[in-house]
């Protein structure tokens, strides 16, 4: 597969230039055809028809299959720590417990405190009442996330995902010496990724920014405190000591599994927003949004990686994270299905569907990280357009 | 308390298991395992009464895990299924059973509702074998740890089950006092645990049992028929059990007296299909008439603040239980009537009486 990708034709570029001086240019989504507010609705109501029939099929199926999940992943937790008693098979313990950690944050705790499974009634199942293996306390990442990235995916100012508030990953984020470092910040939120999620909701560049005060994080403490205490306690006290002389392999252990899968969830999040091709939006652009335009918003700003079933598993499905943003509160397992008719969609409204393998959608997110490192009068303004063609070179 | 029990609710435990909780690897093993929820498997489906064109009723015997700290006579518990393998749906059903300690088995009894999804399920479709979801047993429609000598139990229909398993208890506890025991059903043939009865009736010392059918002759509750079956019922404590108009009957013939204690089954309110209806609001109080309005929208008309986030239906934040009624999904169109149901407010507009958990 080379170019899965599809980007905006030379003729598509040329018809949204020609349209340029009627419909307002936004921020970044300069190379995209532009929808007439007729045409937006009509893709809304695709996408609402979509959504509804999904809905009207939800049963037995997407219940046994994320109990299946759950199942494998607690079989994988208990083979890990099991495993942590027989040192030669330290590499498959890790292997282990970093599978059940992956399956754990993503294909389970990520999609159920979407609510994806609320319908089934379970408690166990249940956005509200779900608790991840991860040092963030679900409560606080449901508003962050659920709430505030899915709402204003992409809009600059309103997600704060955008960066994280740490990196500069757009060029309307004017640049300042402190973003010299900004694949250094990277790799360090990567390394410390479920810290860097957990200290997400404390928000502190708008303590910084004097938008936020210490106190307002007062209320956060208790709740952040309990949950590293406990995820401490368990990774680094209990079963290392359970394992009694192996007290320190087992340490190292459960530290490399958190460390594998803040890798993995870090580098699958940056490919669902951040490789070349993904628009962001102005703040004034979104003022009394239409559904459509919601939805065209949430596609624009959402990339796509192509992989096997199993590592669609692995990534919680957020490989299809243009289809997690379009209906984040569908079971994830509906993605793929759903994927070929949202995309067919995109090609007759001439909407660019952003997808590709892991390796092409990593190294353009690598690349934008580097890239705005940088001052653009050093990288060149339309930075976009030597992307798009960098890119096409390396597709071809 | 078993050892094996005592180390699984351990702190110790808990924190290895943490953030899941023991309970979600037990299940895995065995649905029968658990240190803190209650589940039970069907033991025995039998059916009490089958009468053509009626729906049935059946009791149905459960085995709980170990967790089940046992009832006390007349306590109801919530019993959830899981419907088509996928949706859990909970009911509050009486026990019928006599009192039960740690882990007995314990029977409920139900008519197969032709509206109730679990009562259908439970008669029509549960065999031995299927597990079901158990709150501990719950409510104060209890007898005293002393029973007084003389005592009066009156139910209707289906109300039956919490004084039967008094009556059941009191048997096995051998009691030596008098009970008067009124049950009213529609027909001889809808008469549930007829057999049983007829064996009290005929064999079981101090028990009277009347089993009354007002349709074909029988009187109806008055106080003046209570008066010459017990001379001075209201100053012999009563039990009673049933459906809204036979309650209404036995608070008028007590007049206010202490003796008297009552639980009765709300039936089910239907939707209007418009905006009609009252929206009621549990926890703060707030009612008002229905707008047709979200449900968001409305509780904050009535000055309350609920929590939201998107006001689109996306986040969740706004989830919140839904106890009574119908509400319907403004973007889909779908109405729901479960009880008991988590629902997006912001996204969810009553169709007719509502009633909301804020």
């Given at each position: 597969m080379t170019a899965t990708q599809i980007k905006p034709s030379t003729t598509s570029k040329k018809k949204s230039t020609a349209r340029q001086s009627e419909a307002p240019t936004v921020p970044g989504d300069d190379l995209f055809e532009r929808l007439t507010p007729e045409q937006l609705e009509a893709f809304g109501d695709e996408m609402d028809a979509i959504r509804q029939r999904v809905i009207s099929q939800l049963g037995e199926e997407d219940a046994a299959y994320i109990r299946n999940v759950v199942k494998r992943q607690r079989q994988f937790e208990v083979a890990g720590r099991a495993l942590f008693y027989l040192p030669p098979a330290w590499p498959l313990a890790v292997a282990a417990l970093s599978v059940s950690k992956i399956l754990d944050n993503m294909e389970i705790g990520h999609n159920v405190m979407h609510g994806q499974y609320d319908w089934m009634g379970d408690p166990g199942l249940n956005s509200r009442m779900y608790e991840w293996d991860n040092v963030c306390p679900s409560e606080q990442w449901k508003y962050s996330h659920n709430y505030i990235h899915h709402t204003f995916t992409n809009i600059l100012g309103k997600d704060r995902d955008v960066g994280y508030g740490i990196l500069r990953m757009d060029e309307e984020q004017p640049w300042r010496p402190y973003y010299l470092g900004n694949p250094v910040y990277a790799l360090l939120l990567m390394t410390f990724f479920e810290w860097g999620v957990a200290m997400h909701d404390l928000e502190v560049e708008n303590i910084v920014a004097g938008k936020r005060s210490i106190a307002d994080n007062k209320p956060l403490y208790p709740g952040l405190m309990r949950k590293i205490r406990n995820q401490a306690l368990k990774d680094y006290l209990l079963f290392p000591a359970l394992t009694g002389p192996l007290f320190p392999l087992t340490l190292a252990g459960n530290a490399t599994a958190n460390l594998v899968r803040n890798i993995w969830a870090f580098n699958i999040i940056f490919c669902g927003h951040f490789p070349a091709g993904v628009s962001t939006f102005s703040q004034e652009e979104c003022e009394d949004e239409s559904r459509g335009h919601w939805y065209y918003r949430q596609l624009l700003g959402s990339a796509n990686i192509t992989g096997s079933k199993l590592f669609h598993v692995m990534t919680g499905n957020l490989s299809h994270q243009i289809e997690h943003h379009l209906f984040p509160d569908l079971p994830a397992r509906r993605y793929p299905e759903i994927a070929d008719e949202v995309r067919e969609i995109c090609e007759r409204y001439g909407i660019a569907y952003n997808t590709g393998p892991l390796g092409r959608q990593l190294a353009s997110v690598a690349k934008k990280i580097c890239r705005l490192a940088l001052p653009d009068r050093l990288t060149g303004r339309g930075s976009r357009d030597a992307d798009v063609v960098a890119d096409d070179a390396v597709a071809a | 308390m078993s050892i094996a029990t005592t180390i699984l609710r351990s702190r110790a435990v808990a924190a290895l298991a943490s953030p899941h909780g023991v309970d979600r690897y037990l299940e895995q093993v065995n649905p029968m395992w658990a240190a803190h929820e209650v589940r039970a498997r069907v033991v025995d489906v039998h059916r009490e009464v089958d009468v053509d064109g009626h729906p049935p009723v059946a009791t149905i015997t459960l085995q709980p895990t170990s967790t089940w700290r046992g009832h006390r006579a007349g306590q109801h518990v919530q019993l959830g299924v899981e419907i088509g393998g996928a949706r859990r749906t909970t009911r509050v059903f009486t026990v019928s059973s006599p009192d039960s300690r740690h882990g007995d088995r314990f029977t409920i009894t139900l008519r197969a509702n032709p509206d109730g999804l679990v009562s259908r399920f439970l008669v029509e479709e549960a065999r031995p074998g299927t597990i079901v979801h158990l709150s501990q047993a719950e409510g104060d429609f209890v007898l005293p740890d002393h029973v007084p000598d003389h005592i009066v139990l009156i139910s209707g229909g289906s109300g039956i089950t919490p004084v039967m398993s008094m009556l059941r208890s009191l048997q096995r506890r051998t009691h030596r006092g008098r009970i008067t025991f009124l049950h009213y059903a529609q027909g001889p043939e809808h008469q549930i645990y007829a057999a049983e009865l007829d064996d009290i009736r005929r064999s079981g010392h101090g028990i009277d049992v009347h089993l009354l059918h007002p349709e074909l002759g029988d009187p109806a509750l008055s106080p003046a028929w209570l008066g010459r079956l017990v001379p001075g019922y209201r100053d012999v404590p009563t039990w009673a059990c049933g459906p809204a108009p036979l309650i209404e009957a036995v608070q008028a013939a007590y007049d206010g007296s202490e003796a008297l204690h009552v639980e009765y089954f709300k039936p089910p309110r239907t939707a209007t299909g418009s905006a009609e209806g009252e929206v009621a609001?549990?926890?703060?109080?707030a009612e008002a008439a229905n707008t047709g309005a979200s449900l968001l929208e409305q509780a904050e008309a009535l000055g309350l603040s609920p929590e939201f986030g998107c006001r689109m239906g996306i986040c969740f934040s706004c989830t919140s239980r839904k106890t009574e009624g119908t509400v319907r999904n403004v973007l889909t169109g779908e109405e729901s009537s479960l009880p008991d149901e988590d629902i997006r407010i912001c996204v969810s507009a009553p169709v007719g009486d509502c009633v909301v958990e804020l």
């Open positions: - | 609001f549990s926890r703060s109080g």
